[in-house]
């Protein structure tokens, strides 16, 4: 690490064992190194002060100048700042504090990251935590712009500069009104649901991925309705407009407006969705950041992630 124009820590520490022992190879046995680049060190330093740091005798080895004497005196004293600079960035980087980001990705954001939020923070409350709602085009911009550190999200399409983490698989589920045709299935398979209308939450990622659900059995659902509102999609099939597919279950059987819903797990060979934490790969993951990917991992998915039963 570079301390001016002209010299390193390394080369300070290469003085101060020269000054130390009275020789150069003494001193480079105790620093690890050969004589010539300990050597070496001493001249650039002389070099940059313009005076000769050490008087060079034979049979007597190294002794300070008093112009080396002064500069070994400060020497030890940059040396000794920068052990207690080192000590002091190892006590931060492994202290749980300090601002945390978290994005989440808007369809399931209310019903996971308020409460793993109060968790963490009830655990660590030295932890700023800030969150933000996005699709997953915009959590993944907002990594690579820093501005946010972590996203709790899907792995749809995941980008390879960002790595993630998974915690939880979700099986797809259809959501049905309560007098729909198809209400007291123990499941229901695409090709049963393709006859009928269709809410297709038609988010960036999640909407090819429920399309795709179809595209794999070879059908094309019935799409009636478009929205990017999960509560709104919720109510349009408690209301009648069509079924549709989702991953996480609701906390609640019944839409905003009060109307029931039903839940369905789906047929077939379906992948589920994976939730877990994306981040930026070259990244380095401070304490911080560790402890809320160990707090997820502990408290993640929500209870009951699957359809609840059909009693």
Same mark, same amino acid.
């Given at each position: 690490?570079?301390?001016?124009?002209?010299?390193?820590?390394?080369?300070?520490?290469?003085?101060?064992?020269?000054?130390?022992?009275?020789?150069?190879?003494?001193?480079?046995?105790?620093?690890?190194?050969?004589?010539?680049?300990?050597?070496?060190?001493?001249?650039?330093?002389?070099?940059?002060?313009?005076?000769?740091?050490?008087?060079?005798?034979?049979?007597?080895?190294?002794?300070?100048?008093?112009?080396?004497?002064?500069?070994?005196?400060?020497?030890?004293?940059?040396?000794?700042?920068?052990?207690?600079?080192?000590?002091?960035?190892?006590?931060?980087?492994?202290?749980?504090?300090?601002?945390?980001?978290?994005?989440?990705?808007?369809?399931?954001?209310?019903?996971?990251?308020?409460?793993?939020?109060?968790?963490?923070?009830?655990?660590?409350?030295?932890?700023?935590?800030?969150?933000?709602? %996005?699709?997953?085009? *915009?959590?993944?911009? +907002?990594?690579?712009? &820093?501005? #946010? /550190?972590?996203?709790?999200?899907?792995?749809?399409?995941?980008?390879?500069?960002?790595?993630?983490?998974?915690?939880?698989?979700?099986?797809?589920?259809?959501?049905?009104?309560?007098?729909?045709?198809?209400?007291?299935?123990?499941?229901?398979?695409?090709?049963?649901?393709?006859?009928?209308?269709?809410?297709?939450?038609?988010?960036?990622?999640?909407?090819?991925?429920?399309?795709?659900?179809?595209?794999?059995?070879?059908?094309?659902?019935?799409?009636?309705?478009?929205?990017?509102?999960?509560?709104?999609?919720?109510?349009?099939?408690?209301?009648?407009?069509?079924?549709?597919?989702?991953?996480?279950?609701?906390?609640?059987?019944?839409?905003?407006?009060?109307?029931?819903?039903?839940?369905?797990?789906?047929?077939?060979?379906?992948?589920?969705?994976?939730?877990?934490?994306? %981040?930026?790969?070259? *990244?380095?993951?401070? +304490?911080?950041?560790? &402890?809320? #990917? /160990?707090?997820?991992?502990?408290?993640?998915?929500?209870?009951?992630?699957?359809?609840?039963?059909?009693?």
């Amino acid at each position: 690490m570079p301390v001016s124009s002209g010299f390193t820590l390394r080369q300070l520490s290469y003085l101060v064992a020269v000054g130390e022992l009275g020789s150069v190879a003494r001193a480079a046995e105790r620093v690890h190194v050969s004589a010539p680049s300990v050597s070496a060190a001493i001249t650039q330093i002389e070099a940059r002060f313009g005076v000769p740091l050490f008087v060079r005798r034979h049979a007597h080895g190294l002794t300070p100048t008093p112009a080396g004497r002064q500069v070994l005196v400060q020497a030890r004293a940059v040396l000794e700042e920068a052990r207690r600079l080192d000590a002091l960035a190892e006590k931060i980087a492994g202290q749980v504090r300090g601002p945390l980001d978290v994005g989440c990705l808007s369809t399931f954001a209310q019903i996971v990251l308020p409460r793993v939020r109060r968790s963490f923070v009830a655990q660590f409350p030295e932890v700023a935590v800030r969150q933000s709602e %996005r699709d997953q085009q *915009a959590l993944i911009a +907002a990594l690579r712009a &820093a501005e #946010i /550190d972590v996203a709790l999200t899907y792995d749809l399409e995941v980008p390879p500069d960002l790595a993630f983490e998974p915690l939880h698989d979700l099986p797809p589920y259809a959501l049905l009104p309560a007098g729909h045709a198809l209400v007291g299935r123990a499941r229901v398979s695409p090709a049963e649901l393709a006859p009928h209308p269709m809410v297709l939450l038609d988010l960036p990622h999640s909407g090819p991925y429920f399309l795709s659900i179809f595209a794999e059995a070879g059908i094309s659902p019935q799409i009636a309705e478009r929205t990017h509102d999960m509560e709104v999609m919720k109510s349009l099939v408690a209301n009648g407009f069509g079924y549709s597919i989702a991953n996480i279950r609701p906390t609640s059987d019944r839409a905003a407006d009060g109307r029931r819903l039903v839940f369905v797990p789906l047929d077939g060979p379906a992948r589920p969705m994976r939730m877990g934490l994306m %981040r930026p790969r070259a *990244a380095h993951v401070g +304490a911080t950041l560790r &402890a809320f #990917i /160990d707090h997820c991992r502990a408290h993640l998915p929500p209870d009951g992630a699957g359809p609840p039963s059909l009693s």
